[in-house]
């Protein structure tokens, strides 16, 4: 049986918690002591939808100074190889720093311009992350909401990781907009129907 590959890379500042999201996705597991993340890591979970497998790449992406501009740049640096041709993107913020949503904007405009011309419209879902400390936050979540979906053109979530409120939502919303816009189904909505197989699962 041949199985569809998804990528998806998964971008932000650092502390933002974009592993403790992906963690809580694939193992429901949450660390309370912060690590940095300094080298890429790639997780493949194997995901069922509408009854066919697929194996996602997940992309934990170290802090970029840029989205590479040019093939030249992407092959270059490690942390950056394939992000040119992913089929979706994840860009994760701290709803309680603003910088971290700045940097958010940065990534996305430069995605929007610098992307291989024949996948340009890759999905991408802005995600807000720590919800659990929701009276810290910089703005309310309507403005950041109509911004992102209405100006950017892109899908909008807000989570948190720590709790695991609404991290396997963002997931099914990513990879049904991704295999959405594959061609392979002309659902615009696709639903997580199986569980992940923990045994399909390997860090690389």
Known sequence: ????????AVLGAPKVGKTAMIRQFLYHDFAETYRATESRYTYRPAVVFNGEMYEVKIMDV?????????????????KCRGLRNTDAFVLVYDICNLESFEYVKMLRQQIQENRASS????????????????RQRFTPRRTLSMLVKKSWKC??????AKYNWHVVLLFKELLG???AHSGKSSHAALHLQGA???NRCSLM
């Open 177 to 179: 907009s991704a295999v």
């Open 155 to 160: 899908g909008y979530l807000e989570c948190s």
């Open 196 to 198: 992940l197989q923990r």
């Open 1 to 8: 049986m041949v199985v569809e590959t998804l990528t998806v």
């Open 119 to 134: 996948t340009s419209e890759a999905p991408i879902i802005v995600v807000g992350n720590k919800r659990d400390l929701q």
């Open 62 to 78: 170290p802090f970029l100074t840029a989205f590479p501009s040019n093939s030249s740049q992407e092959w270059s640096d490690l």
